[in-house]
Every structure is written in C-alpha cells, then in structure tokens.
C-alpha cells in the first residue's frame, strides 16, 4: 500500500500529546506543495492545522513540531490535552505534515465527540 503518514496512536505526556503514524517512509516533514510538483520539504516551516482539546471539549489551535517519527502538539489553553485534529475541516488548505517521499498525511481526528 502506499500512503502518506496515517495516524495510529496518540499518547498524552502532561501538557503535551504526542502522535504516532503509520507509513512514515524514511521520515516525516513539513512539506510545500505548489501546483502538480512534487513535495519538498519546508525547511524552518511550522506545521500548520492541528487542533487540540482538553476535557471541556473547546478546540484551539495547536502548536505541532516533528520529534523523530512522531509529532508532538501543545497549546497554551490546553494544560491537560485529550483529543487532537489534524486538517479536520471542509478545505484544510495550509496542511503540511508530509513524509519524506512526498506523500500527505491523512486528516484525521482522536476524538469521537
């Protein structure tokens, strides 16, 4: 099969959730696609779409970095995070977590709300 990264788990570390993916490739990044030519990667570009929740179900926009395979996400109005959303909307225009090949991650969400 081929993918871009598929979300296969999240796991909470206090203030921060950490995300796991499936068909990483030989890594994720943040990537910049323009027209129909393949993905590069975005050097020093910020990770764009992702979403996250605490108990009280309010969502806010996040702050996501890559660390190794998997990407961590924070926000300084969640400080006990349960649920994340990566490109959840009708048009997710601006998301870009990519893996080395080139291909999209999935949107997806952790939460069944």
């Known amino acids: 099969m081929v993918s871009g990264p598929l979300f296969k788990a999240l796991k909470v570390e206090g ?8 068909h990483l ?6 990537g910049k696609k323009e027209g129909r ?3 590069v990667e975005n050097k020093g570009g910020k990770l764009k779409r992702f979403a996250i929740a605490g108990a009280d179900k309010k969502w806010f926009w996040a702050d996501a970095v890559i660390d190794g395979n998997t990407v961590s996400v924070t926000s300084p109005e969640v400080k006990e995070p349960v649920a994340v959303r990566y490109a959840y909307q009708m048009n997710p225009d601006g998301a870009n977590l990519y893996n ?3 291909l999209p991650a999935s949107p997806f969400r952790t939460d069944n709300w």
Do not use: W
Not at 15 to 22: H, N, P
């Open 15 to 22: 203030a921060k959730a950490r995300l796991a993916f499936d």
């Open 25 to 30: 490739g030989t890594g994720l990044m943040v």
């Open 37 to 39: 030519s393949p993905a």
């Open 100 to 102: 080395r090949e080139g």
